[in-house]
């Protein structure tokens, strides 16, 4: 599947506050996940395994590292959990780096939130506004993201450049 998201990661003091005021627009809750995101060695973009309760999936991605909403592209392979996909992808490429968070996952329309709780670097909220199809287009993507930073009256200082693989990386 390939996949345009716009999207942004905030640092937040209190995800419970913006999770609280998300639900005032009575988004679909997806449930909560426990999430490993093993991310392996590539020279171009990033390649994470994904394995939760509720997500499974390989996901190569590619953005730039700007502390403000941006552009990612993705090519995502759904699956179920194997153990031999993670054995092969460990020979093949490496593990870099591990994340593990506790992740709330949220929908309005095309518009995915999570409220997460990673492990060794504390509480943040991200949203993607998703064009699974490339029939929303990159303008209403934008907007999207800028409505709910807004909503949340994100702050410049609290968007996040990095991923959190990187964060833990660069720890």
């Known amino acids: ?3 345009i998201n716009f999207e ?6 209190s995800i419970v506050l913006l999770e609280n005021k998300l639900k005032e627009l009575n988004p679909v809750f997806s449930g909560e996940d426990h999430q490993t995101d093993t991310y392996f060695n590539v020279t171009d973009g990033r390649l994470k395994l994904r394995e939760g309760n509720i997500e499974n999936a390989l996901i190569w991605y590619k953005r730039e590292n700007t502390a403000e909403a941006k552009q990612s592209d993705i090519l995502l392979y759904r699956h179920t959990p194997d153990e031999a996909l993670k054995a092969i992808l460990k020979k093949v490429h490496g593990i870099k780096i591990i994340v593990s968070k506790k992740r709330r ?3 309005i329309e095309n518009v995915k939130f999570h409220f997460d709780e990673v492990d060794n670097l504390g509480e943040f909220v991200e949203v993607e506004a998703i064009d699974n199809d ?5 303008l209403k ?3 999207q993201c800028s409505y709910y930073a807004a909503y949340f009256n994100i702050q410049p200082a609290d968007y996040q450049q990095n991923s959190y693989s990187d964060m833990l990386l660069n720890a």
Not at 8 to 13: D, G, I, V
Not at 134 to 138: N, Q, V
């Open 134 to 138: 490339r029939s929303i287009g990159i």
């Open 105 to 107: 996952i949220y929908f």
């Open 141 to 143: 993507l934008k907007e």
């Open 1 to 3: 599947m390939n996949i």
């Open 8 to 13: 942004f990661k905030a640092k937040t003091k």
